[in-house]
């Protein structure tokens, strides 16, 4: 089953466990490269045309505000030729509740019919928000597989869970 591995990512400063914390890769992107390796999955990442700030809060705040206004923020590039993908992992960290708007902008024009969407969501103590449910919306036409939830800081240390669910 060929696999795309749909992301969006952001590196800067992030949230973790309590405190601030520049990094200069997302934790996302860090997940997606790991399941790209172990599955041979295509990867794609969600870049936004406008991206967010390199500052946590005001980044927050940009989402947050996006998030509100049901904004379909634009997107540097589409991913092509989704003929050839039977499995669609769609991968994002949990803002506000559930994935970045950018990930609706994207999901909602793509022909899920007859494929298999596995989702997965970095977070900081938040889980999967309602982003599963989501999900559903965005992706009509496609089965939609249990998700799994990353806590960021623990990304480099996720193998395991990640191989357990992988061959699940």
């Not at 795309?4 to 973790?16: G, K, P, T, V």
């Not at 799994?148 to 480099?156: D, E, F, K, N, R």
Request: glycine fraction near 8%; include cysteine; charged fraction near 25%.
């Amino acid at each position: 089953m060929a696999e795309l591995i749909l992301y969006f990512s952001r590196a800067a400063e992030n949230y973790f466990g309590g405190s601030l914390k520049y990094i200069d890769k997302g934790n996302t992107e860090v997940v997606a490269e790991k399941i790209a390796a172990a599955t041979g999955g295509t990867l794609f990442k969600v870049e936004p045309e406008t991206p967010y700030a390199e500052d946590y809060n005001t980044c927050i705040e940009q989402a947050k505000k996006d998030l509100n206004a049901g904004a379909r923020p634009k997107v540097k590039a589409m991913p092509q030729n989704l003929d050839q993908y039977d499995l669609v992992t769609v991968m994002y960290p949990n803002y506000w509740g559930t994935m970045p708007m950018h990930m609706f902008t994207v999901l909602e024009q793509i022909d899920f019919t007859g494929k298999t969407v596995r989702p997965v969501c970095t977070h900081e103590g938040s889980g999967m928000g309602r982003s599963e449910t989501d999900l559903k919306k965005c992706c009509p036409g496609a089965v939609i597989k249990k998700g799994l939830a990353i806590q960021g800081s623990s990304v480099h240390r996720c193998d395991e869970i990640l191989k357990k669910w992988i061959d699940s």
